[in-house]
């Protein structure tokens, strides 16, 4: 059974950093790609960023390219996502989602209905 469990949100002001993790069982991140989705309130989820095993580039949301970076540890089977740089309207809830293998991690707009296994999500708020 795949549980995903995010930690490491909050409430910071516009410019501040949070870094995200999703810890993972039932699945190995050195053979899974993963990824982080957010969801505003009244808004659609969409994709922020994905990473794949075995060396292959990340993937990033146009909106958080040069301001997140995701990784992971796969020794601990955790995923990190570094925000810096936060702005208001970064503000969500982020979910961590395992994708189906290890090269099937789509972003794009819409694409959430890819992925069957998903956190709780946690909660980052950036104020002005």
Not at 7 to 27: D, I, K, N, P
Not at 63 to 92: E, W
Not at 93 to 118: H, K, L, N, T, V
Request: proline content about 6%; overall charge negative.
């Amino acid at each position: 059974q795949v549980q995903l469990v995010e930690s490491g949100g909050g409430s910071v002001q516009t410019g501040g950093s949070l870094r995200l993790s999703c810890a993972a069982s039932g699945l190995m991140y050195s053979t899974n790609c993963m990824a982080w989705f957010r969801q505003a309130p009244g808004k659609e989820r969409e994709g922020v960023s994905a990473t794949y095993p075995f060396g292959s580039p990340p993937d990033y949301a146009d909106s958080v390219k040069g301001r997140f970076v995701i990784s992971q540890d796969n020794a601990k089977n955790t995923v990190y996502l570094q925000m810096d740089n936060l702005r208001p309207d970064d503000t969500a809830m982020y979910y961590c989602a395992a994708g189906r293998g290890p090269w099937y991690c789509p972003i794009g707009p819409g694409r959430s209905d890819e992925y069957d296994f998903w956190g709780h999500g946690t909660q980052v708020t950036v104020s002005s």
